[in-house]
């Protein structure tokens, strides 16, 4: 029972997943802390979709959802959190262009959604990836949604502090994780990948200046990072992939 689990489901992107998923592996978990969104999902696929209202950031949620799965026969291959935060619309969290704009409170916010989330996941969930594996070589895929503005190495511009700040503890997180991956989840992989400026609620207010052929939709994003994610094997743990399969500086 080939099964893809996908945290912040209801996220374009997310959600992207979780149609694309429905057409490649038998069964889909689709984790979402709002289950209306999923009214309208488009059923493309023959996968059967399973929707889990869960807030990631809850311990208690993610340990639930693991004993859940304990006594079950899914043969997850794939995990991907596709949480994320950069902007709330006007509600005060937006994302900095100078130092005068960084807020304590909007900077907790973010680091929660994007780099608290990952190792929680991998806390409650990682045991459970790949677990039958009968072959030596093969793997499971833990990804996580980073962005490339998250790379120090690749800081040329400044500003965004909280987000990039969020993202960078998010590398490290995957970069750690992928160590200890290869001494105890020998069948995982773990990677932090970027899907390219994607037409979503987290990105449309930042639109304007991005050329025609550089905003994806979601649907081409996926596509994409799925080729990419459908080749990593145990050699790719621990790597920051963009979009299209290149390798991204921490
Ligand atoms: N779009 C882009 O151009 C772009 C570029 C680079 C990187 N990314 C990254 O790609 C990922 C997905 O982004 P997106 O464009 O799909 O954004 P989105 O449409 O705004 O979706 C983000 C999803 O994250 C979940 N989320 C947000 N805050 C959360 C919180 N505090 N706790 C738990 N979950 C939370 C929500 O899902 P639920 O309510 O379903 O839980 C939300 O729908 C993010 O990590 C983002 O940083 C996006």
């Not at 969104?37 to 809850?58: A, C, N, V, W, Y």
């Not at 990039?164 to 995957?174: D, E, F, H, T, V």
Request: include cysteine; glycine fraction near 8%; aromatic fraction near 10%.
């Amino acid at each position: 029972m080939k099964t893809a689990i996908i945290f912040g489901a209801s996220g374009g992107i997310g959600h992207q997943f979780v149609e694309y998923c429905l057409v490649h592996y038998e069964h889909v978990f689709a984790c979402t802390r709002q289950l209306q969104s999923f009214q309208t999902i488009e059923r493309k696929g023959m996968g059967k979709l399973h929707l889990m209202q869960l807030d990631p950031s809850s311990e208690t949620e993610l340990q639930l959802f693991s004993e859940y799965l304990m006594g079950r026969e899914f043969n997850i291959q794939l995990l991907i959190n596709a949480c994320g935060l950069l902007h709330n619309g006007s509600k005060g969290i937006s994302p900095e262009k100078k130092i005068e704009d960084f807020n304590a409170n909007s900077f907790e916010e973010i680091i929660k959604a994007n780099a608290l989330i990952t190792p929680l996941i991998a806390k409650h969930l990682l045991s459970h990836l790949n677990k039958g594996a009968k072959n030596l070589n093969s793997t499971g895929v833990f990804a996580s949604l980073s962005a490339r503005v998250g790379s120090i190495g690749d800081n040329y511009l400044g500003g965004w502090y909280s987000y990039r700040a969020s993202k960078a503890a998010l590398n490290q997180i995957i970069k750690t994780l992928s160590i200890e991956a290869s001494r105890r989840f020998k069948h995982c992989s773990v990677i932090a990948i970027h899907p390219g400026t994607t037409d979503t609620n987290l990105s449309e207010p930042f639109q304007a200046n991005v050329p025609a052929e550089k905003l994806f939709t979601p649907e081409f994003a996926i596509n994409k990072m799925m080729a990419v994610i459908e080749k990593v094997g145990l050699v790719d743990s621990g790597k920051f992939y963009a979009w299209d399969g290149q390798e991204i500086e921490w």
